[in-house]
T-cell receptor, first 109, second 113 residues
Framework: SQQGEEDPQALSIQEGENATMNCSYK?????LQWYRQNSGRGLVHLILIRSNEREKHSGRLRVTLDTSKKSSSLLITASRAADTASYFC?????????FGTGTSLTVIP | DTAVSQTPKYLVTQMGNDKSIKCEQNLGHDTMYWYKQDSKKFLKIMFS???????INETVPNRFSPKSPDKAHLNLHINSLELGDSAVYFC????????????FGPGTRLLVL
């Protein structure tokens, strides 16, 4: 069964605003990863957070992980039109790797 | 210098045909994967290979078979294509273990008529 569910399914914001998307999963994990997919392209790895970490930053990205709630969030600060894409969480539970349903982000210039 | 490449990029074929999609990675990774992304963008892992051994085999039809001639290649063969096989197929690679973020190819868009 699918591991990750993402919320919201779609998000539309103005350029310069922050975007937050959430991911919930079902079982214990080794790590959780976030990926971006531009329209018609392959997925690009953004950030990985291990199960013993609670927060991680990379540029304008901030990821949190709450293993007690089995949830993660991705925050994109000061969004740009180029951030328009679909964002997927992916959970690594050893020999099982699942992607979430994705959040479609539109940043309006 | 493409890290993960797939061929062909587009594939249009008739029901019942047999087709193959090739994947190559030049990252020196030990593990390679095949994913299917449907029209709703849902990504499902189909197979993964680690050092030429199949380590994940999700419940996909046996019409789909992965072939790995060496560590840098993982090809996907599909027999007796069906309409429901229409999707985008992505190849990916990674180092094994918890550090392994995946690197994706550009995808192969398969349309079965």
């Amino acid at each position: 069964s699918q591991q990750g569910e993402e919320d919201p399914q779609a998000l539309s914001i103005q350029e310069g605003e922050n975007a937050t998307m959430n991911c919930s999963y079902k079982t214990s994990i080794n790590n959780l990863q976030w990926y971006r997919q531009n329209s018609g392209r392959g997925l690009v790895h953004l950030i990985l957070i291990r199960s013993n970490e609670r927060e991680k930053h990379s540029g304008r990205l901030r990821v949190t992980l709450d293993t007690s709630k089995k949830s993660s969030s991705l925050l994109i600060t000061a969004s740009r039109a180029a951030d328009t894409a679909s964002y997927f969480c992916a959970t690594d539970a050893g020999n099982q790797f699942y992607f979430g349903t994705g959040t479609s982000l539109t940043v309006i210039p | 210098d493409t890290a993960v490449s797939q061929t062909p990029k587009y594939l249009v074929t008739q029901m019942g045909n047999d087709k193959s999609i090739k994947c190559e990675q030049n990252l020196g990774h030990d593990t390679m994967y095949w994913y299917k992304q449907d029209s709703k963008k849902f990504l499902k892992i189909m197979f993964s290979y680690n050092n030429k051994e199949l380590i994940i085999n999700e419940t996909v039809p046996n019409r789909f078979s992965p072939k790995s001639p060496d560590k840098a290649h993982l090809n996907l063969h599909i027999n007796s294509l069906e309409l429901g096989d229409s999707a985008v197929y992505f190849c990916a690679s990674s180092h094994p273990g918890p550090q392994g973020s995946q690197y994706f190819g550009p995808g192969t868009r398969l349309l079965v008529l």
